[in-house]
């Protein structure tokens, strides 16, 4: 009697995979994916072909990668905007029931930077300040609802002393204006402040992470959580595809990713763009999401950023 032969699993991949990047070229998100491009074909076997879609905060580009086939020819550069929009009520889907992580890349935190010639030597110098000369203390970040808003808006809510938000449109823009006076904190990522430590304009006095950072420019900077607070937050950039993909097919992929993020290359680089790498694989992936999706859900509740939204809806 002849045993019927089982088809051959096809053979994936055997074309160039799309990667959906949610922000404008350039972007830290562009530039990780642009990073993945360069060693693809040693390790997935075929080119990524790198296609921004920029616009509504990361929704559009996320919306597009859900509704892309599950067949491992389209994937996305992922970030924690995927948990935060559906939460301000500026997105189709709910990302976190529709996206599935393929591998968490890089983190980034929050960096509290001033002037360098502010007399505060640490967070508890700040909060002194700001309760005995009430309305003088401004803090800047990157837009209503962003990480950098989310992360001033805890700080003022853990010294039970109201700050000032002022909204800007990027990290560039925000620490202009604390050179210039027009605001006392800024909230940024460390690479936008790093150039500034170095020639002694800024002054950093708190990082948004459990643990100092390895990078000698921030290695003397304590955590908010070493001064009494505790305000630990994370942005993370990653690889995410749509829901179903076949299990041999999810398995390529995140192998071929793990393999690149390994590299000395894209670590040498992911650091000198002020990144932290922050490999996770698609199990711990999920549960990044699910616990940042907790967590978050409740502190823009909290600070009031998910009210301030709704209002400016109105």
Do not use: C
């Not at 401004?138 to 950098?148: A, C």
């Not at 690479?191 to 170095?198: C, D, N, R, T, V």
Request: proline letters at 7%; a neutral charge.
């Amino acid at each position: 009697m002849q045993t019927a032969k089982v088809p051959d699993t096809p053979k994936y991949p055997d074309r160039p995979i799309t990667v959906i990047v949610p922000f404008s070229a350039g972007s830290g998100p562009d530039l990780i994916a642009r990073l993945l491009e360069k060693a693809a074909m040693q390790h997935l076997g075929q080119p990524l072909v790198v296609v921004n879609k920029p616009g509504g905060a990361g929704s559009l580009g996320f919306n597009e990668l859900v509704a892309a086939a599950p067949d491992g020819y389209t994937i996305g550069i992922s970030s924690v905007e995927l948990i935060l929009n559906p939460l301000y009520g500026s997105s189709k889907y709910n990302y976190l029931s529709a996206l599935e992580p393929l591998a968490q890349a890089t983190s980034s935190i929050s960096v509290l930077v001033i002037q360098a010639n502010q007399p505060w030597n640490n967070v508890k110098d700040v909060i002194d300040y700001g309760e005995t000369n009430s309305g003088k203390l401004k803090f800047g970040h990157q837009g209503i609802g962003s990480f950098s808003h989310i992360v001033g808006e805890t700080f003022s809510l853990a010294a039970g002393s109201h700050l000032e938000q002022v909204p800007f449109r990027g990290g560039g823009e925000t620490i202009a204006a604390l050179l210039g006076g027009h605001i006392q904190i800024a909230f940024v990522s460390p690479a936008m402040a790093k150039e500034h430590l170095k020639n002694g304009t800024l002054r950093a006095l708190a990082v948004s992470d459990n643990q100092r950072l390895n990078d000698p420019v921030f290695a003397q900077v304590p955590t908010f959580k070493e001064q009494g607070y505790d305000i630990v937050f994370n942005s993370w950039f990653g690889i995410a595809s749509p829901k179903e993909l076949p299990p041999h097919i999810k398995n390529k992929l995140a192998e071929g990713l793990k393999s690149i993020i390994a590299t000395p290359e894209f670590q040498k680089s992911v650091e000198a763009m002020g990144y932290q790498l922050d490999f996770a694989g698609p199990k711990e992936a999920t549960a990044k999401w699910q616990d940042d999706s907790k967590k978050l859900t409740k502190t823009v509740r909290d600070t009031g950023i998910l009210e301030l939204i709704k209002t400016q809806k109105q």
